[in-house]
């Protein structure tokens, strides 16, 4: 998936909990387009919706309504097609019908959710002739969502991140909604703000007729060989997004409309002043003079590092609970089994304050095994937040480690040793004889600096030097923060 760009341009989406808008200001504030709530499930219409249409389109701004699916309620997919085209009735839309599938919508088996949403697309798609497009949540359309849908455009959500999480489903979005708790002038509170892909934006304003020919009419524009090898290119270096959409609408008489032959220099150019430029050659510098090495660390008192530990271990609170660690940048590591794949999390923190973090990453594995990672953004978070930094250094079998175990209403610390650094079955963790209980999920394990080695996974039974007698005792299995897949992943957020 693409990053964000100062290019793109800047989209809201509202319903009735937005309360009462001044359009004008929203427009005069930067704001290009809108997505309005039309409908929900069978039968409902948001209260605000004709309202919060006419005052968009008066002020000047692009439009396009949008429906929040309930397949789990047992409703079809052709009856909430029919309630949401009922309502949109006559009004003028230039941006897509979306259909936006999450939530509960995840309690519905994946094959027949995504034949439940292919089926509701196909249905407003060929009923409207006006374009549609899915709305989803950057980790529903990567565990959800299928290549059935591919068809047609994504609008994904991914809160404080600057490109969201990738899917198998699509390769870019065509709008990001990156927060919830936007402001604009206009708008009492938050509101969701969006950016939608510059190229897309022109495909869908560039011209006066900008819904696609119904799909269930046969389309007769071909275009020559040549012409589709350029579209081809063209879309491979991301200055189109459809050369299907160009051959049906740009062509006329095997040359290019004037319109979209505008569009094209201006996407065109829009390329190459965001690509690379070759660097000059620089003259022979002078040799830098030799780095001062580096001051020798200190390790700290156990108490301290037990201090340090407590105040930036959290508790995770999501179904039994876990533990998570601060890290640098208002950042929260944890393990995916504690946070269970959720966009946002709730975490308390030893001082006793609530926070709300937002999904940034899930670490993909390495091959087919999985890293039991997760990391989080804090929103709004103080710069006094507490936090550990990560340890850098190789790690050492028989170093003494601490960890704390952040419960609803107590921190608990726990000590060992270091006693296996990697195994063959699973290099990226190491094996302590910290004796970790289940609420230890997700936290950290401490060296003498105050560093984090690692993030404890899984109880386990691990063997231990005492003497000449190796004896097996009550551990547990960290992931490695030093290992390289785990150092990559990390390097890309922090």
């Given at each position: 998936?693409?990053?964000?760009?100062?290019?793109?341009?800047?989209?809201?989406?509202?319903?009735h909990h937005n309360g009462v808008i001044d359009w004008k200001k929203v427009a005069a504030d930067g704001v290009k387009g809108v997505f309005i709530k039309a409908t929900e499930g069978v039968g409902y219409t948001d209260p605000k919706f004709k309202a919060n249409v006419q005052g968009a389109i008066a002020a000047g701004l692009k439009v396009g309504f949008y429906h929040y699916c309930r397949p789990e309620t047992g409703n079809t997919s052709v009856k909430e097609a029919e309630?949401?085209?009922?309502?949109?009735?006559?009004?003028?839309?230039?941006?897509?019908?979306?259909?936006?599938?999450?939530?509960?919508?995840?309690?519905?088996?994946?094959?027949?959710?995504?034949?439940?949403?292919?089926?509701?697309?196909?249905?407003?798609?060929?009923?409207?002739?006006?374009?549609?497009?899915?709305?989803?949540?950057?980790?529903?359309?990567?565990?959800?969502?299928?290549?059935?849908?591919?068809?047609?455009?994504?609008?994904?959500?991914?809160?404080?991140?600057?490109?969201?999480?990738?899917?198998?489903?699509?390769?870019?979005?065509?709008?990001?909604?990156?927060?919830?708790?936007?402001?604009?002038?206009?708008?009492?509170?938050?509101?969701?703000?969006?950016?939608?892909?510059?190229?897309?934006?022109?495909?869908?304003?560039?011209?006066?007729?900008?819904?696609?020919?119904?799909?269930?009419?046969?389309?007769?524009?071909?275009?020559?060989?040549?012409?589709?090898?350029?579209?081809?290119?063209?879309?491979?270096?991301?200055?189109?997004?459809?050369?299907?959409?160009?051959?049906?609408?740009?062509?006329?008489?095997?040359?290019?409309?004037?319109?979209?032959?505008?569009?094209?220099?201006?996407?065109?150019?829009?390329?190459?002043?965001?690509?690379?430029?070759?660097?000059?050659?620089?003259?022979?510098?002078?040799?830098?003079?030799?780095?001062?090495?580096?001051?020798?660390?200190?390790?700290?008192?156990?108490?301290?590092?037990?201090?340090?530990?407590?105040?930036?271990?959290?508790?995770?609170?999501?179904?039994?609970?876990?533990?998570?660690?601060?890290?640098?940048?208002?950042?929260?590591?944890?393990?995916?089994?504690?946070?269970?794949?959720?966009?946002?999390?709730?975490?308390?923190?030893?001082?006793?304050?609530?926070?709300?973090?937002?999904?940034?990453?899930?670490?993909?594995?390495?091959?087919?095994?999985?890293?039991?990672?997760?990391?989080?953004?804090?929103?709004?978070?103080?710069?006094?937040?507490?936090?550990?930094?990560?340890?850098?250094?190789?790690?050492?079998?028989?170093?003494?480690?601490?960890?704390?175990?952040?419960?609803?209403?107590?921190?608990?610390?726990?000590?060992?040793?270091?006693?296996?650094?990697?195994?063959?079955?699973?290099?990226?963790?190491?094996?302590?004889?910290?004796?970790?209980?289940?609420?230890?999920?997700?936290?950290?394990?401490?060296?003498?600096?105050?560093?984090?080695?690692?993030?404890?996974?899984?109880?386990?039974?691990?063997?231990?030097?005492?003497?000449?007698?190796?004896?097996?005792?009550?551990?547990?299995?960290?992931?490695?923060?030093?290992?390289?897949?785990?150092?990559?992943?990390?390097?890309?957020?922090?």
């Amino acid at each position: 998936m693409q990053a964000r760009n100062p290019a793109n341009i800047k989209i809201i989406d509202v319903s009735h909990h937005n309360g009462v808008i001044d359009w004008k200001k929203v427009a005069a504030d930067g704001v290009k387009g809108v997505f309005i709530k039309a409908t929900e499930g069978v039968g409902y219409t948001d209260p605000k919706f004709k309202a919060n249409v006419q005052g968009a389109i008066a002020a000047g701004l692009k439009v396009g309504f949008y429906h929040y699916c309930r397949p789990e309620t047992g409703n079809t997919s052709v009856k909430e097609a029919e309630s949401f085209l009922a309502a949109v009735a006559g009004l003028a839309a230039t941006l897509p019908y979306v259909l936006d599938v999450e939530g509960e919508a995840s309690k519905v088996e994946i094959n027949k959710l995504i034949d439940w949403c292919y089926s509701w697309l196909e249905t407003v798609e060929k009923r409207s002739g006006h374009r549609v497009m899915v709305y989803t949540r950057a980790s529903f359309a990567k565990t959800n969502l299928g290549a059935k849908l591919a068809k047609w455009p994504l609008w994904v959500a991914h809160y404080g991140v600057n490109q969201p999480m990738a899917n198998p489903t699509w390769q870019r979005w065509s709008v990001f909604q990156y927060t919830s708790t936007g402001k604009v002038n206009g708008i009492t509170g938050d509101v969701d703000m969006n950016e939608m892909d510059l190229g897309y934006w022109m495909e869908l304003t560039g011209n006066a007729q900008n819904n696609p020919k119904p799909v269930d009419k046969p389309v007769n524009k071909q275009a020559d060989e040549k012409t589709n090898e350029a579209l081809k290119v063209l879309q491979s270096e991301q200055v189109i997004q459809s050369p299907t959409y160009w051959v049906e609408n740009a062509f006329e008489g095997g040359t290019v409309r004037g319109d979209y032959a505008a569009l094209l220099i201006q996407n065109m150019a829009k390329k190459l002043t965001t690509g690379t430029v070759p660097e000059t050659p620089k003259p022979e510098q002078p040799k830098p003079k030799p780095e001062p090495e580096k001051p020798v660390k200190q390790p700290k008192t156990w108490a301290e590092i037990e201090k340090l530990t407590q105040a930036a271990s959290v508790h995770v609170d999501v179904g039994g609970g876990g533990t998570g660690i601060l890290l640098k940048g208002g950042l929260l590591l944890t393990a995916k089994h504690v946070s269970k794949g959720r966009e946002s999390i709730r975490f308390k923190t030893n001082s006793r304050h609530w926070y709300t973090a937002v999904l940034v990453s899930e670490h993909l594995g390495v091959g087919k095994d999985a890293v039991d990672l997760a990391l989080y953004r804090v929103e709004n978070a103080p710069a006094n937040l507490p936090y550990l930094p990560v340890n850098t250094e190789p790690l050492i079998t028989g170093q003494k480690l601490l960890t704390v175990q952040a419960e609803y209403t107590e921190w608990i610390t726990r000590s060992g040793q270091l006693c296996q650094i990697s195994t063959v079955k699973e290099p990226w963790e190491f094996d302590c004889s910290i004796p970790a209980q289940h609420g230890n999920s997700g936290g950290a394990a401490v060296n003498e600096y105050g560093e984090v080695l690692g993030v404890i996974v899984n109880l386990a039974s691990v063997g231990i030097q005492r003497g000449s007698v190796r004896e097996s005792v009550p551990g547990c299995e960290a992931v490695n923060l030093m290992h390289p897949a785990v150092v990559e992943w990390l390097k890309k957020y922090m």
